[in-house]
């Protein structure tokens, strides 16, 4: 089968597909994430790829067994859709919260379950972040960004970082990364909030 080549023009990461342009003109190119080689990176929007045409059951064209030839050009400062550079800094937070939390568990009487709670929490946080990356190489059906969210706000937020660092997934969205971090300092300032709350009413 004859390769062409083209522009990956539009590329939706949560849902794993996007369009090809391809080089010579043309109509703009169906492809899904399964048409890439396994294990490879992420997709980009701006990278040069190859690849073979198909039809799908509809009759309609998409692209199939695609090799990236060349990524997109990375100058000047970084794009806004480009991977978070968040690095061993990002793992501080986790140990800077828990330091917070044994002083909060000192002075308010935080109860032992709390933690456990946290713990909990963070398991079930990386265990989702775990299954929506292998739906979305796989193309199965994504879990909710709001989900991911609200696991964290409720306490899941430690296992969330530990995933995203570990599994490479949900850290390239600028706005999805500016709402997890709102979780985080939501959640932080809600805990301390709470057992101080409680600390003036029993005292009262």
């Given at each position: 089968?004859?390769?062409?080549?083209?522009?990956?023009?539009?590329?939706?990461?949560?849902?794993?597909?996007?369009?090809?342009?391809?080089?010579?003109?043309?109509?703009?190119?169906?492809?899904?994430?399964?048409?890439?080689?396994?294990?490879?990176?992420?997709?980009?929007?701006?990278?040069?790829?190859?690849?073979?045409?198909?039809?799908?059951?509809?009759?309609?064209?998409?692209?199939?067994?695609?090799?990236?030839?060349?990524?997109?050009?990375?100058?000047g400062?970084?794009?806004?859709?480009s991977?978070?550079?968040?690095?061993?800094?990002?793992?501080?937070?986790?140990?800077?919260?828990?330091?917070?939390?044994?002083?909060?568990?000192?002075?308010?009487?935080?109860?032992?379950?709390?933690?456990?709670?946290?713990?909990?929490?963070?398991?079930?946080?990386?265990?989702?972040?775990?299954?929506?990356?292998?739906a979305?190489?796989?193309?199965?059906?994504?879990?909710?960004?709001?989900?991911?969210?609200?696991?964290?706000?409720?306490?899941?937020?430690?296992?969330?970082?530990?995933?995203?660092?570990?599994?490479?997934?949900?850290?390239?969205?600028?706005?999805?990364?500016?709402?997890?971090?709102?979780?985080?300092?939501?959640?932080?300032?809600?805990?301390?909030?709470?057992?101080m709350?409680?600390?003036?009413?029993?005292?009262?």
């Amino acid at each position: 089968m004859l390769r062409q080549e083209g522009i990956l023009k539009t590329w939706n990461d949560d849902r794993g597909f996007g369009f090809i342009e391809p080089l010579h003109g043309g109509q703009e190119v169906f492809v899904h994430i399964k048409a890439f080689p396994a294990r490879s990176a992420r997709p980009e929007v701006g990278a040069v790829l190859s690849f073979e045409v198909e039809l799908n059951a509809e009759g309609k064209k998409r692209a199939t067994r695609v090799e990236c030839l060349k990524a997109r050009r990375r100058a000047g400062p970084a794009l806004a859709d480009s991977p978070a550079r968040w690095g061993t800094a990002t793992y501080l937070v986790i140990p800077a919260f828990f330091v917070v939390a044994a002083v909060a568990a000192h002075f308010l009487k935080v109860p032992a379950r709390v933690a456990g709670w946290y713990g909990l929490m963070s398991l079930v946080c990386f265990a989702v972040y775990a299954w929506d990356k292998s739906a979305a190489v796989a193309g199965r059906r994504r879990v909710p960004e709001r989900t991911l969210l609200m696991l964290g706000l409720l306490g899941g937020w430690p296992g969330a970082i530990v995933a995203q660092q570990s599994l490479r997934h949900k850290s390239s969205k600028p706005s999805f990364r500016a709402r997890f971090w709102l979780t985080v300092l939501g959640n932080s300032a809600g805990f301390v909030g709470l057992f101080m709350l409680l600390r003036g009413l029993h005292g009262a």
